[in-house]
């Protein structure tokens, strides 16, 4: 009988030692976040890789590829209100048709937005920077995670104005704590509209050339799931001046 207990209890820490265990989480990091002598909030993002584009998305989404950052970066916190956007000089060519303070900048074409982003001493996100700061390591199909939520961003199914105050959806806020990654207006990037995989020093990055750049995010006049995805990609003139064209900033750490 004592061989008997002793094979069963070597045989079960066996089978405790051989069973699979559950995947470690990835930790998402606190949101670290800075007011800058221009009053702008900023979150940061860390260091760290992802997967950019879905091999599940549209065509120009794929391929589905690795990109990494060595060093953090900040990106503001909100879309640029039109507070902001007027306290601090900027110019654009056509007025907001409702002008609110805590509402983002619209109606704005690329080189305007890319102007103001220059005299904060920043600059606008490259397409892998906006979205590394919507997605994270963990490749969040939407900021928040992977199931479709209406209720935490602005879409034409429950905002009948123009546009939201950039922080009505704190409970969409992605993994560095930036608000509004989707929804509300879709967002100018520094990108010029060129095929995955992507690659920084291959020209798309050019401020100079006078071509289709991409926006990201998808605006608030929209209501299908894969119209607000963290890897949809939307080419548009850099001259057009969009009800939905807004932007967001970021600088170098």
């Keep these: 009988m004592r061989y008997l207990i002793l094979i069963v209890i070597v045989f079960g820490l066996s089978a405790c030692a051989q069973a699979p265990q559950p995947p470690t989480p990835t930790p998402t990091p606190e949101p670290v976040t800075r007011t800058f002598d221009d009053g702008i909030?900023?979150?940061?993002?860390?260091a760290g890789c992802f997967q950019m584009g879905s091999d599940d998305g549209e065509e120009n989404e794929r391929p589905a590829h690795e990109q990494c950052f060595e060093s953090p970066f900040w990106i503001d916190r909100t879309e640029v209100t039109q507070g902001d956007f007027d306290r601090l000089g900027g110019f654009k060519s056509d007025p907001e048709n409702a002008p609110q303070a805590d509402h983002p900048v619209f109606r704005i074409n690329w080189f305007e937005?890319?102007?103001?982003c220059a005299l904060r001493g920043a600059r606008l996100p490259t397409e892998a920077e906006w979205e590394y700061a919507a997605r994270g390591s963990q490749n969040f199909l939407y900021p928040w995670g992977n199931d479709y939520d209406e209720s935490r961003f602005a879409s034409a199914n429950n905002q009948r104005t123009s546009t939201s105050a950039v922080d009505l959806y704190p409970q969409g806020a992605s993994w560095v704590g930036a608000l509004g990654m989707i929804g509300n207006v879709a967002e100018w990037t520094s990108s010029l509209d060129m095929p995955y995989p992507y690659?920084?020093?291959?020209?798309?990055?050019?401020?100079?050339?006078?071509?289709?750049?991409?926006q990201r995010g998808g605006d608030q006049g929209y209501y299908t799931p894969n119209y607000f995805s963290t890897t949809r990609r939307d080419a548009r003139t850099p001259f057009s001046i969009l009800d939905g064209g807004g932007f967001r900033c970021a600088h170098e750490l």
């Design 41 to 46: 909030v900023m979150v940061q993002v860390p």
């Design 113 to 116: 937005a890319r102007d103001f």
């Design 199 to 214: 690659v920084a020093d291959d020209g798309r990055e050019d401020l100079t050339v006078e071509a289709d750049r991409v």
